[in-house]
């Protein structure tokens, strides 16, 4: 019998239908404080809060990837295998603190326009 390993950083990420949801009394202090010590670094703009969830295993080996269809204005996350990701075509996205690891990455396909991330060549 084989057994199936879920990614590392996936392990342990509640199910959508049994995570808290935001709370204000208990959950808004946290946020000022959180928001509080991201404008401290200048980085406000450039990261904020994600509710971690699973809505299905990823595996061992996969990681998370987002697509972006500008024109359709349709974004995709589906789980992608490792060995299918040159790395320098994927921007990390999303990241769990508690374990130190990435989460999500989104495709790039701009490494050749100076390393800038730029919708117009995306994945469609």
Not at 36 to 62: M, N, P, Y
Not at 84 to 107: A, F, I, K
Request: proline content about 4%.
């Amino acid at each position: 019998m084989t057994t199936t390993q879920l990614a590392p950083q996936h392990r342990h990420l509640s199910d959508i239908d049994d995570v808290e949801r935001f709370n204000p009394e208990r959950d808004q202090p946290l946020f000022d404080e959180l928001k509080t010590v991201l404008a401290k670094h200048d980085a406000l703009s450039r990261f904020g809060i994600c509710l971690l969830h699973s809505h299905f295993d990823v595996l061992d080996g996969e990681m998370l990837v987002e697509f972006c269809d500008a024109d359709n204005r349709v974004l995709t996350t589906r789980p992608v295998r490792d060995a299918e990701m040159p790395g320098d075509s994927y921007m990390e996205t999303n990241w769990r603190l508690d374990t130190g690891t990435v989460n999500q990455r989104c495709t790039i396909k701009c490494m050749t326009t100076a390393g800038k991330h730029s919708h117009t060549v995306h994945s469609k």
